[in-house]
T-cell receptor, first 113, second 113 residues
């Protein structure tokens, strides 16, 4: 089945630092790829997505590019803020009508002032 | 906006009780999912449903059952709650499978004592 691997955490950065969170996937076919964010005490929110190779998803200053050749979808942000402190999940979604989302284990990001 | 609503934010139950977690979505989505979230393990799929009265086992169905009598409502049932089912439970819905991503409820933190 599909699987998603995220880099180990947690990650602690200073405000305005550059962020990269690595994500790789294995899947049959061509899945859609997603980054979800979970703020403390809340459910998951979709942050960005990409549906085909070389697509770039972006939102709130975050970006990720669907790299088919390296089966990766790394999340980046040029300058993090304290409000970005959250848990980030990478996910892959299959192509069938009854397919499901497969998630990575998530990584906790803490940004200090 | 799509809304996925879980009936409780926090729940405390005793070992051996039968527990019902309710989830309602308001966007006529065919697919609904139940995940549990545990530190270091990420999100694990318990059950999903792609139509009324249809259900599929996810990765960790043991000790759980589900019910989907109406399209908008998907219930997770713990037949006899145990302490190892203490966790955060997340419901999600999607239109047409994993490829389109999913919308999540706010989560139910269940404690079994």
């Amino acid at each position: 089945g599909d699987s998603v691997t995220q880099m180990e955490g947690p990650v602690t950065l200073s405000e305005e630092a550059f962020l990269t969170i690595n994500c790789t996937y294995t899947a049959t076919g061509y899945p859609s790829l997603f980054w979800y964010v979970q703020y403390p005490g809340e459910g998951l929110q979709l942050l960005l997505k990409a549906t085909k190779a070389d697509d770039k998803g972006s939102n709130k200053g975050f970006e990720a590019t669907y790299r088919k050749e390296t089966t990766s979808f790394h999340l980046e942000k040029g300058s993090v803020q304290v409000s970005d402190s959250a848990v980030y999940f990478c996910a892959a979604g299959g192509s069938g009508a009854n397919s499901k989302l497969t998630f990575g284990k998530g990584i906790t990001l803490s940004v200090r002032p | 906006d799509v809304k996925v609503t879980q009936s409780s934010r926090y729940l405390v139950k005793r070992t051996g009780e039968k527990v019902f977690l309710e989830c309602v979505q308001d966007m006529d989505h065919e697919n609904m999912f139940w995940y549990r979230q545990d530190p270091g393990l990420g999100l694990r799929l318990i059950y999903f449903s792609y139509d009324v009265k249809m259900k599929e086992k996810g990765d960790i169905p043991e000790g759980y059952s589900v019910s989907r009598e109406k399209k908008e409502r998907f219930s997770l049932i713990l037949e006899s709650a145990s302490t190892n089912q203490t966790s955060m439970y997340l419901c999600a819905s999607s239109l047409g499978g994993g490829r389109r991503g999913a919308f999540f409820g706010q989560g139910t933190r269940l404690t079994v004592v």
